[in-house]
């Protein structure tokens, strides 16, 4: 069991959520997040004074996984989270100790789904 | 007998059934101008309350999140203490029989309620005493004690708006104020460029000054730091709003169902359009970039400056002036920040007061009242008007500026060193919202 943890630009989540989907990877969370990396930031202004914003808007999406579907998941979103510029995001991928669904008390693999 | 009734019926029954209805018609005449008065004064009044709702969201989206209740609180307070204390207090200070200097009659209605007119007429300057009242809170958003501010709107609608006032307007009704009867001709203030929004512009300066900046406002250089508002669209709708009332604010301040409405709305919004190009070039050329806020309050500096002349200034006139306010209220927003180091988060000083004061001496050089045909000669130097005009507005302007700056001073100073002015710092970093009034603007989930 992983958990694949990825950071991607906001504007690419419409095809990084159809690429899971059409993976039959259907069990994922999603949040607005912001951080800061290669990419510098963007000088904005209020009023006539200069800001600089330096973190900027990423969504991160978790997504637990039995071991076969980790390969799966991780290339859908390489090939579809790409613009090939600064700031695409990284993913990561995690040992899963134990997991439960609520629900119905099962656990391991089942859990996940 | 006989040939004497056949004569009258013949000659004069006739004269007598073509007259009557021209007697009655004449009757009817008055009484409808008098219900249209009625009518376009109330209508008005109700458009020019709306401007609340356009102060507080501008107010609302140049601030940040934490501290929106408390300015929903402070503008429905403004109201509500402003209609009580106008009614009991101010009207009878600005209207009633005047020794030149504040009214002595007139407190609540005392004496004229027989009058219907002064129902309608006081209704509409209750919702002007508002106005006046709700500048300030822009200036002084963010870090004044909920109480200090409430202290501070009862003595402005109830004393400080109203005597200004009476000196400017109290012939409109009962008074009669100095201003009015200048040796060099009266002060002209149509609308009340300077009697509400120079007046509301001065004790913003004097409040905001007395308050001290927000924390983080300026670095330890004394430089100004941004402090973004947290929604700019809401501050566009305040001031679409306010531009709407401002047709009612100008056009309804004739309080007379007249023909000169419609040139009157006019010349407004061609002042209100005009600021919003001169302060969108100065922003565009001054920061690289057309600010949306700067060129939010260029709308409203041309339509401050247009008040006072938007019944004796020509539409191009209207367009110089209100184009000249533009530019002047972004200068004016740097210079209050960055030289006399004074926190103004929504730039109500720079709008009400400097454009105030920009737009009552512009009466002095535009007036135009000779093309216009509404009266025989011109009074505005740049028409033929002589210096005469330009004088007696420099008196008003500096009239103004020394009761509200005095009487700004004497009240933030009093409130300052009782009751105090200000929250505490932990309150400001928290925000007023939670500290001052235990809830949140905006709920989430929790």
């Known amino acids: 069991m992983k958990l694949v943890i990825a950071y991607i630009k906001p504007d690419k989540l419409g095809v990084v959520k159809q690429a899971l989907y059409d993976n039959s990877i259907k069990r994922f969370s999603v949040s607005d997040v912001y951080g800061h990396s290669d990419e510098d930031g963007i000088a904005e202004s209020y009023r006539g004074i200069e800001i600089q914003v330096d973190l900027i808007n990423k969504i991160k999406i978790e997504i637990a996984l039995n071991d076969e579907f980790v390969e799966v998941a991780v290339n859908a979103i390489l090939e579809a989270g790409k613009s090939g510029q600064l700031g695409d995001g990284k993913i990561f991928v995690l040992p899963i100790e134990q997991a439960y669904r609520i629900r119905s008390r099962q656990s391991g693999k089942d859990a996940i789904g | ?446």
């Open chain 2, 1 to 446: 007998m006989t040939n004497k009734f056949t004569y009258w019926l013949r000659n004069f029954l006739p004269l007598l059934f073509f007259l009557l209805p021209q007697i009655a018609q004449s009757a009817d005449d008055v009484a409808s101008q008098t219900n249209l008065n009625v009518v376009w004064t109330c209508l008005a009044a109700f458009i020019v309350f709306f401007m609340q709702a356009g102060f507080a969201t501008v107010e609302i989206g140049l601030t940040r999140a934490k501290n929106a209740v408390n300015i929903v609180m402070k503008n429905l307070m403004d109201f509500s203490i402003g209609s009580l204390t106008f009614y009991l207090l101010g009207f009878g200070l600005m209207f009633g029989k005047s020794n030149g200097f504040f009214g002595t009659t007139h407190f609540y209605l005392s004496g004229t309620t027989g009058e219907h007119w002064n129902y309608t007429f006081i209704i509409f300057q209750t919702v002007f005493a508002a106005t006046s009242a709700t500048i300030v809170s822009g200036a002084m958003a963010e870090r004044t004690k909920f109480v200090a501010y409430l202290i501070y709107s009862f003595f402005i609608s109830a004393i400080i708006y109203p005597v200004f006032g009476s000196w400017a307007w109290g012939s409109l009704l009962d008074g009669k104020g100095w201003l009015e009867t200048l040796p060099t001709g009266a002060f002209c203030d149509f609308a009340g460029s300077t009697v509400v929004h120079s007046i509301g512009g001065w004790l913003a300066l004097t409040g905001a000054y007395f308050l001290g900046p927000r924390k983080g406002k300026f670095d330890i250089n004394g430089n100004p730091r941004a402090i973004p508002g947290h929604n700019i669209v809401l501050a566009a709708i305040g001031v679409f709003i306010l531009w709407f009332g401002w047709f009612a604010f100008n056009a309804g301040s004739t309080t007379v169902g007249t023909a000169s409405i419609g040139r009157i709305a006019f010349v407004t919004n061609l002042g209100g359009a005009a600021g919003s190009l001169g302060a969108m070039f100065t922003a565009w050329i001054l920061f690289k970039k057309p600010d949306a806020s700067m060129t939010l309050n260029g709308v409203l500096a041309g339509l401050v400056s247009v008040t006072a002349g938007c019944n004796s200034i020509t539409p191009n006139g209207a367009l110089i002036i209100g184009f000249l306010a533009g530019i002047f209220v972004v200068l004016s927003v740097i210079a209050i920040e960055k030289y006399l180091k004074i926190d103004d988060p929504v730039g109500a000083v720079s709008v009400h007061g400097v454009c105030g004061i920009w737009g009552t001496l512009a009466c002095g050089l535009f007036n135009a009242e000779g093309a216009l045909g509404i009266a025989e000669h011109s009074t505005g130097l740049f028409y033929g008007g002589g210096i005469n005009q330009l004088i007696s507005q420099v008196i008003g302007a500096s009239a103004a500026f020394a009761w509200g700056i005095g009487m700004g001073g004497l009240l933030f100073i009093t409130i300052k060193h009782s009751i105090g002015l200000r929250v505490t710092e932990h309150e400001e970093y928290v925000g007023l919202d939670i500290e001052e009034h235990g809830m949140e603007a905006y709920y989430t989930t929790k």
